[in-house]
Each structure stands twice: as C-alpha cells, then as structure tokens.
C-alpha cells in the first residue's frame, strides 16, 4: 500500500470489507436501531476514533457505530455506497479529489455555518489544515488525524564524514550534490518505481518557484494553470537533477512503497531523501539504531528569486471527517466535536500521530519521538499554506495520467516542455 494514500482494488473492494465496532453495513445510514454510521479507513490508527466512538456513545443520547474497511478496498467501496443510496453519515477521507466528485454532486454538507456556530470547532485546529479541507472554497472537512507533511530526511553519520551541514538553501543542495558524487553516496534515494516518490520533487519545486496560487488553479479545475513558468521551471530543473547524477543511476527501478529507498539512506549508499514524515516511522521499524542516532530532517529550502514562501508546506495536511447531507447531520456534527476534545488528541500523541489542534504542543512531550513530533508540529504550525499532495488533491481521471507523466519526465522518456504540454492536455 502507497503510506500517503490507500490504493484501488477494484473488484476485490467488497470482499476486503471489514466492519467493527458496532456492526452493520458500511453504506447504510441506519444500521437498524437508530444509529449513526461511520465509514472509517482501517489501519493501526483507528483506535484513536474507536476509543472516540466509545466516549460519543457514553455521553450521548445519540449512538455512532463505526464499521472500518480495509486500506487497498476503501476507496472503491466508498464510491460504491455513495452511489447507492445507502451512504454513511459521516466517512473518513484525504479531502480534494477523493470529495470534490460527492461535493459536485451536492451529497455533501457544507460546513461553514458548523464553523460558525461552533467557534471552538473552528479555533480548534491549524488554520492552514482547515483550510485544506475546503473545496472551492467552501468547507467540507474536519481534521481527524495527524498531518504528514514532506521534508528532506538526511544520514548524520554520512553528512559528518563528508564534512558537511544539512541544506538550508537550494544552493547547498546544488553543492551537496556535487559532493556526495565526490564521496561515492548517490545524493538523493528516490523510489521512482513507485512514481508518487517522483511528484514529491515536482510540487515543491512549484510551490517555492511559483507560490502556492500556481497549483491551487490547477486544483480549482483550470487546466490552464499547468502552463504557468513555474511548471516549466520545475520540470527542467528536475530533469538536470537527473541528469547530473542526483538520484544515481537505477533509481527508476527502486521502490518506496517496499522501503527500498529508505534503506539506501539507512545503509549510507544515499546521502538524503525527500519523503514524508512517514519516514520516521518506516526507518524506526526497519532501521531502529539508525534512526535513534543518526537520521537527521530539515525543511525543503527556498529557490533564489522564488515568488512562494519558504515556510510553505506539502505533503498530507490531514485525514478529513465529510458528513453526507441527507443522514444525521445533528448527530454527526455532535461527534466532530470529539475530534479536538483532550482525550482524543491525548490519544492521537500516544498512538505516534502528530495532532492538527492548536493546543497539541503541550502534549507533545509524550509522543513516541517528542522531538522529531516537536519539529513537524512547528513546521505545519507556522506554515501560512499546506499544499495537498497533487495525486489527492486531483480527480482520479486527472490524477492518475499526471503521476505516469512525471515518471515520464524523471526517466527522460519526455522534454520538459512536452511534459507541460502533456499535462495540460488532461481533463
């Protein structure tokens, strides 16, 4: 499974089905007593909203029953409960394009007057996470988990022996490339067998080039957007990091869904790798003394004469809460409030995540990792925008051709100019 995003199984959606809690039927808006369903993404994770569900039911003449689907079937099974007329109250989602087709369909509840009858709903999370969960301006999601932003993860132990520091521009990458070539360590790991790992360069690239405004008016549905010089830009830029040697030689052949290239940073063959904030995680399983003692994480740096704030995040601002608006709407937004209350922010710091809420820094001492849960925290913070991973924030039938045109322009298969070319073509 893709960490950043469930993937599609097709037809195999239905068998990978799996409901807890209190039962019944993913798709139904009654589960026969009265209840108010949620459809919620099934991981280790969810315990966090099972324990919620648990605390609503307690304390609430309304009851909630959570039936959870497995991660490589949710996606599938979401649309085909949607289109059914049996769909849940409120269900987990990535916002942007996994919702912009029920929003286009007016399936959804619109959230601003919550907000605004609710201010502590609305005071209660990172302005740049609620933000993310708009479509068209219009808000259609709640923060229900921990945000993922992308950053340059760095080997301590191979920077020290180079004698070199961790980048803080985008010249010390230029030079840190040279460098490791020097060294014999490829600069940067990249699992470009598995593509999403190539577009995290590409939305960086954009957003310090040309702001944020650039792909937003991609992700408002203007195609015309992709011909803007920081599209370009980015893509030439890319295809010289290539070229120069920058990911090596058989990056194209490399996984980041296997942890493929995260091991080429753990072992020391690569000196960096821009991934998201998952990758703590993934190097503490898998490489735990490594992680412990020598990885190391600094923000993606500004480009020189840049227009985008280089406190500007990318990455996965939050998973989302939607409620469909013709189920339990009283009851569902009752519930929301659950999502920024003590104990389920308390749980969500013991379980690893980083919270969204304004008030988390004071939890954070507890986390698993208090500093690495510390530097994320401030990073999304004091970010004045937090871009959604394009490949989400896109509809499939856009997203999806996007990503195989990226892949084509990391392995030279297209010129910049016809990877723009390409890519506004898309509808």
Known sequence: MIPHRAG?????????????????????????????????????????QENAVERFNQNNEATAAMNQVAPDGYEDKLRTVMGSGQAPDMFFNWGGGSIEPYVEQEMLLPLGATLQENPEMQDAFIPSILEAGKINDTQYGIPLRGTQ??????????????????????????????????????PFALGGATPWADLMWMEYLVARIGGHDVFQQIANGDSAGWKDPAILEAAQIIQDMVKNGAFGDSYASVSAADGSASALLADGQAAMHLMGSWEFSTQLADAPEFAKNDLGYVAFPAMPDGEGNAQAVVGNPTN?????????????????????????????????????????????????????????????????????????????????????????LFNQQVTPEEFVDNVAALQ
């Open 8 to 48: 599609a199984a097709g037809a195999l959606a239905l068998l990978l089905f799996t409901a807890t809690a209190c039962g019944g039927d993913a798709g139904s808006q009654d589960s026969g007593d009265g209840e108010m369903n949620i459809m919620m993404y099934q991981d280790s994770l969810a315990v966090v």
């Open 149 to 186: 932003p992308k950053m340059i993860f760095y080997n301590e132990k191979v920077f020290e022996e180079a004698g070199v520091e961790p980048p803080e521009t985008w010249e010390d990458i230029q030079n840190l490339i040279d460098t490791f070539k020097e060294e014999g360590v490829t």
């Open 320 to 408: 989302y809460f939607s409620i469909t608006d013709d189920g339990d709407t009283d009851a569902a937004v009752e519930f929301l409030k659950q999502t920024y209350s003590d104990e389920y922010v308390k749980d969500m710091v013991e379980n690893g995540e980083v919270p969204t809420t304004t008030g988390a820094e004071e939890m954070l001492d507890e986390a698993p990792n208090p500093d690495f849960a510390r530097f994320q925290y401030a990073m999304v913070r004091d970010a004045p925008t937090f871009q959604l991973s394009w490949d989400q924030a896109l509809p499939r039938s856009v997203a999806e051709p996007m990503v195989t045109e990226i892949e084509k």
